[in-house]
């Protein structure tokens, strides 16, 4: 097997809870080509991945077009091994040699990253998930380091007050009083997100007393990446950030208002998650993210 096509699938978190089978494809063939088809907004995650080919962009914007014209360019190239984590019936215009689809796909778990993982296992005959991951280059880390220099100590805290969805979003008041209560466990904070985000980190940013770093809408992914693997903890809403502080080996405590937590929180042995019973994210108490925060801080 020499050349590969993942097909797979367009959110930042979504994508960064496929990265266990493109590391379990590489140890299986380590020798291969790996080419990705994704979205545009997630590309820049495989912008460092070892033996890959070409990235190809899925729009979904344009339609049966765009649709066409991605087909046209992958009937270019035989594969050897096609895998559809996304499944919408791509594969079965492409010319490969094995398909592997979600269709008939035995999981283990609920979760996102057993469903994804399911896909490949029975084929390959595996039974253990590896972590998720990302690949980050040297100027990555540079970033991290040259940013953070001015911080105090070095244990520190992540926040992201953001979400693409507004249903997502923990009260920027309510980030205001968990770290009141937290700041005597932090040497600084460190705020996280998008542009779209940088209103409530501005807002939250002049009511924090522990000194702050905002850089809201001052990195790309994979420099929030190498960032947030120098944090002590992350936590924040139910968004892109917590995937990739999970993959970076970074603790999590993620805030979930809708959503299935048990299928969508941050793949790793100390990711942690909260829920309000009623599934509107303005009820979850302060109280209780200060209690989880402090096992999780405990436990390390």
Known sequence: TNHILLITLSNVGDVVMTTP??????????DAVIDVVTDARASALFAHMPHRGEVLLKDKQAGWRGTARLVKNLRRQRYDLVVDLRTDGLTLLLRARTRLTRRGSRTRGHH????HFAVIAAYEGLRDIPATTLWLAQSEHNFATSRLSGLPGRHWLAIGPGARWAPKRWPVKAY????????????????????DDTPACRELATALTLPCLNLAGETTLLQAAA?????????????????????RGTPTLTLFGPGNPARYHPWHAQARWLQSDSGDIVDVPVDAVVTEANFILESN
């Open 176 to 195: 205001r009083a968990l770290s009141e209560r937290l700041q005597s466990r932090f040497d600084a904070i460190v705020l996280l997100g998008s542009t």
């Open 227 to 247: 960032v947030l693997q120098r944090m002590a903890l992350f936590i924040g809403n139910d968004s892109g950030l917590g995937h990739l502080a999970a993959a």
């Open 112 to 115: 996102a990253v057993q469903r």
């Open 21 to 30: 089978v493109i590391v379990t494809l590489q140890q299986q063939y380590p």
